[in-house]
């Protein structure tokens, strides 16, 4: 091992130089725009700091390494736009874990769900229209929300070789039919759903079960490029295989976190699922929350750790940047209140069907996310820490009040559970779940 | 050697199905006897419920041992790589609980389920290679597909289980000596 | 409801009252699931059938199989002994490829062991009943595949007798006060993979506890009672004791899912903590737990398929176990495809100059061949497993599982030699080959596995029994056939 030992250390020197040269390239780059008017100009955009030579690949790819603090003018079309990228990136992230619920519920055939199932095929129907519509917005500020769309391909090199996807033509496109196609899935399982209620007929489970098949595989792709698109490219030098499934585990957690209180609620006396949701849908839906708390951490972990471990400047900016200053207070946040405090309190297994641990959970669940996704995108418009403006949650309880009236007025407007599944019999005819704990009520 | 003089241990019943033990347990919970046990070939779902028995504390052994194993991870890389010999190694810090993590969950892990295991031994009485039980020759079934309680001697109401056994709808009723 | 059993049309509806205003349909007949245990067995049966297997005299077959199968591990250990005797340069491995076959056939056997704690625990914590009937003989693979794989890293370090020397592996200074160092995932690893033999092997012994008493109270020999009755430690089926039991059965399993999470993660870690590009990448430790699965399951099939033919366990390893073992790896198989795609997508996304000739030089460099038996194994076959067909059809199915065995060993070469023999300077890239030594003692292990699971088939019983009885309608008091009078 020696030899590539020797070799390695000879690239980490090299490293090492290419990131002292950036560091130095930057300084008087900031140095530069002090000394002109106050562009518009988003930190990241002064990123492309040519160097020559070997040196130059790392160099060009570590933006912003080492020059967090300096507070930029903000004008309120940028806040306002990160703003409401934050907003929606945590409304898709409910969108989108719910269409997975949808998709593996038929992938494996499952039983216990189906009683459920209607909730979270009304959710992601909110796919279409009202997840385009929202679209707009951010493709109106584009310029204001990306750095890359200002930069020229020419003088940066991370961007040069991805501007098959990463230029303003395919951005949009993709974008309209990325969010396009996600729609027009939700709402064929719910389509067919609707059309079983009416007629019991098998071939429409059938049908699920192919597009889930089919679904799956265009699912993982296409949300891995969605947010690539949507939240990634806001450093577009950053790069992490793991990226598409870190946003993936999140989005689910929520997603959990939110239909455990949907049919809680919508299962009290008198509400719609009130003979349709047992323990047994309660506990497994917990049981699965907590399963992606676990999972979230575990993805997490191994994306800081190996970019941590690896000590590479082409990935550790993207986590530089967020532990300077209060930034790292919000990275504790999340490790303690994404993963600790929930793990530890859902590890009994009876919690999961407390309620008054369980609510707090969700909503505590909820606003984890948020700070991820604030955590993913804000620190790339305010490098000198968390900075949170009345715009943030304006938008984010407006976004999520406006698709909270639109899911119940779509809720409303069916049969509140898929009445004729061929499931159905064994969610609501089943034994309460074996409590392993010794709960096992049957008297 | 002189034989010792026979001292019952209890009074063993046996049952033929599932529910059949399962409604004999209600009825001897129901009876009042303490020093009694259910026998089955396999764990039935409602019997701890059913004979009243409270909840495994098994979880407690299994998180004492996997606290320890956190604490010795993380205390024996601090020792060895920070205290007593501190070695810069890969430009890394000498500790960070970061990269004791990897090995700090592996002991969780390790202990915790020796934890778990000595707790279920612990609490199970285990191991137990002598038993007035297995002397008796209907006893064998009770690993293959026969259901038995048995009411043992020590319990405060003996003198009523065989009516309470009987009660329950046993096949056969037996005493099995110590 | 009493007469439900025999009643296919309210197959799962013999149980919970729902409420009157509820209209329930029942499952259309094409849609229906299938028992866990066909024909509905008894009790008894279930004894006689699995605890007979290793009462009787072992069939014809096994006497061959065994000698053949000790014959091949005899030869893995001459070759060990050979190797140790005149130095690891018997090996082919040399710069710059500095691991080559031994570190693939360590990560190799390691994932095979990850589908039996998955079977065991994960699919428990999951309520999954079919596990039942698999995961006796899967929990003994991982313990006979983890011996299979600690035998590589332990070997190459060539002078063995330095892992054993403190100040290396084992936790204590050496002689000059140094301690082992924890910034090595190589350190990780050790603790990892030994972690998870121990587990394992409390876990499966957890498990076979009340099987033990079983076989103890029908042994006729005084051979038998004696030693299956002191492993058996005096097990009862006391239900106060099946309380801690079950307690700590479900513990076990809650923490041997962490683990074999980790086990794989840290595994990748040896490589992905490096910056050799093809190695350093993120997704790493959950695409080595998903590949992992997908071997393993692929091993459980190759054994368990001519297991239930040869000992007539067709009614309880059923088509439907099968089929339900191919959707896992058809499952995971697409992860470690999302995985191969986003390697190359990032490859080509990151910019970087040597990641992109790391995965150019994978797929149409020197080592090609192995690049493209590894998708057309791993990523292209298992999607063979959409058509009902291929699942049920048993010989076909085998053959499908020997060709994922072999993709996920091809896996494991590709990242590691193809990432190593064409390193930063030209100057010093080379082309390895494996010896003759090399390819020995990899046969060689699969000789001793195969002998560690002969010996389990014959002493022990190769199906849990308590659990597969838990399963069947007899087990359940509510159930008619377990004696249920009427419903209340």
Redesign the interface.
Known sequence: ?N??FL??K???ALLACAGILSFAGSRIEAADEAAKTPAAETAATTAATPAAGDAG?AAA?VPGHGHGGEAKHVSFAEQFGYSYLTAYMFCLSLCMGSLFLVIVHHLFDA?WSASIRRVTEQLSSLLFPWMLVLLIPILVLQKQIYPWLSLDPAQD??L???VV?FNPTAFNLFLIALVGSWGAIAHSFRRWSLAQDKD?K?EW?RKSRVLA?AG??YF??SL?LGC?YLMKSLQH?F???????YYFAGSVWTTLATVYVLIMVLSRPGMPL???V?KRQQQDVG?LFFAFT?FYA??H???Y????????P?ETFWYVRREYGSWKWVGFTILFGHFFIPFLLMLNQDIKRKLFLMFPMAAWAWLMHYVDMTFNVMPVLHPEGLHVSILDPLLWFGMTGFLAVMFWRNFNSAAPYP??D?????A???????A???A???? | MSAKPTKTYGLLAEFDTAAAIMHAAIECRDAGFKKWDVYTPFPIHGMDDAMGVKKSLVGWFTFAGGFTGFFTGMGMIWFMNKFDYPLVVGGKPLFTPLYAFPVSYELTILMGSFGTLIGMFLLNRLPKLYNPLFKNERFKRATDDRFFVCIEAADPKFSQARETLEKAGAQVIETVED | MAKSASDPQSHAGHSAPVGAALKVYPAPKELEREPLVLNNRSLGWITDAIAGICEKPMPKWWWPAFIISFGVMVMMFSMIAYEVSTGIGVWGLNQPANWAWDITNFVFWIGIGHAGTLISAVLFLLRQKWRTSINRSAEAMTLFAVACAGIFPVFHVGRVWFALLPGYLIPAPNANGIWPQFRSPLLWDVFAVSTYGTVSLLFWFTGLIPDLATLRDRATSKVRKFFYGLFALGWTGSNRNWSNYEKAYLILAGLSTPLVLSVHSIVSFDFAVSVVPGWHTTIFPPYFVAGAIFSGFGMVLTLLIPMRTLFKLEDVITVRHVELMCKVILATGSIVGYAYGMEFFIAWYGGSPYELYAFKNRAFGPYWWSYWSMITCNVISPHLFWFKWCRSTMWFVWLISIVVNIGMWFERFVIIVTSLHRDYLPGSWGYFTPSWVDILTFVGSFGLFMTLFLLFIRFLPAIAISEVKGVTPQADPHHPLGGAKDHH
């Open positions: 091992m030899h590539a070799i390695l000879r690239w980490m690949h790819n039983g090199h991370s040069a070789v991805k996807l019991g098998v489970t098949a799956i595989f993982a792709f891995t690539f030098q790069f992490s295989t793991m990226y598409g499934v009130e003979k349709v047992f049981v676990v575990y993805i972990f191994s994306q750790f190996l970019i941590w471990n690896a000590a590479m082409e009445l004729r061929p499931r159905f019999a064994e609501v005819t089943h034994h309460e779940i074996p392993a704990g010794g096992a009520s049957h008297h």
